[in-house]
């Protein structure tokens, strides 16, 4: 993140270190942002084997008065260090529900299952995450059955108990948890029978140039296999073409979400793609 000026700013490479100073910069903005409602959901298709769109997953975008949209790679990672996750990751919550009561208002289509939320570390470990979820499901009138959860590997690690407890409560509620980007944090495969997680997703570095002959689709195929006996369902992630796909469906997968299918879009789009797409 470079200065340009006041409130002005420009982002290079994610990846990049960024300085204290341009640290500073981005929280600032990211400060902004949330009183000046720049913050938006787009969604992404998650489809079945016949194309079916089952889901979606919601993923924050910052549309920027100077520079346009700024995609989560870069400014999550500082909102997360700083704290501003927590009430970032809150307005995605009620932001989410709200758009899905909108959208069960003018007709959500039988085959549409869930609409996923990431949830960041710091964001899920504060006391009242469970609360806030409930009391916002209540406020919009969402069924909890409607609700998916996308939490990390990482962040589960050193808060086994806690961390299932807090699952436990709003499973109670109907809402279901997705294992997100499985495969890349430190993976431990023993939380994946403590926790009561009900979807798994496989990372899309499993996924691109998948083959069925591969070293990567052995791996792939103990991943899902071991998904099969803990009942959990699998959604592939990151599938950008149609060898991909059939790669995955012969190794036993059949929920995906990718390029291939449909980039995320904006709430409009969606629920267009939505009533095109399950007419059927
Ligand atoms: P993620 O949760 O793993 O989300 C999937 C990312 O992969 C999204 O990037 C999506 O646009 C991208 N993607 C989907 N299909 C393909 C594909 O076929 N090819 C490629 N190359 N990429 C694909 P996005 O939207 O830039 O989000 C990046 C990350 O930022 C997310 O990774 C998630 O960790 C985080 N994030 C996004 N929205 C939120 C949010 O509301 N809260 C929190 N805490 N984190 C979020
Ligand atoms: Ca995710
Ligand atoms: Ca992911
Ligand atoms: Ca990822």
Not at 81 to 101: D, M, T, Y
Not at 185 to 200: K, N, Q, T
Request: with cysteine; net charge negative; hydrophobic share 45%.
């Amino acid at each position: 993140v470079k200065t340009l000026g006041r409130n002005s700013f420009q982002f290079f490479d994610p990846e990049m270190q960024s300085s204290a100073q341009e640290r500073l910069e981005v929280e600032k903005g990211l400060h902004q942002a949330l009183k000046n409602n720049e913050f938006e959901l787009w969604f992404q298709p998650q489809v079945d084997s016949h194309d079916q769109i089952l889901g979606a997953e919601a993923l924050l975008r910052w549309r920027h008065p100077d520079t346009g949209i700024i995609m989560p790679g870069n400014f999550i990672q500082i909102a997360e260090e700083s704290g501003q996750i927590v009430e970032i990751g809150n307005w995605v919550l009620l932001q989410a529900f709200k758009q899905l009561a909108s959208w069960r208002e003018q007709g959500l289509p039988e085959s549409f299952k869930r609409l996923a939320i990431n949830i960041s570390p710091l964001q899920f470990m504060q006391v009242d995450f469970v609360d806030r979820v409930l009391q916002m499901l209540d406020q919009t009138k969402i069924p909890g059955l409607l609700i998916e959860l996308e939490i990390t590997e990482n962040m589960l690690l050193n808060n086994f108990e806690i961390a299932g407890n807090k699952m436990k409560l709003l499973k109670k509620r109907g809402i279901s948890f997705a294992i997100d980007d499985f495969g890349t944090g430190y993976s431990s495969l023993r939380y994946l029978h403590y926790l009561p997680l009900d979807i798994l997703k496989i990372d899309r570095s499993f996924v691109t140039g998948l083959c069925p002959s591969s070293e990567l689709a052995a791996i792939v195929e103990v991943i899902i296999a071991t998904a099969d006996r803990l009942n959990l369902t699998v959604i592939a992630e990151g599938v950008e073409t149609l060898s991909e796909r059939s790669a995955l469906m012969e190794l036993g997968c059949n929920c995906f979400q990718g390029y291939l299918f449909s980039k995320p879009i904006n709430a409009t789009l969606f629920y267009q793609k939505l009533q095109a797409a399950n007419k059927t």
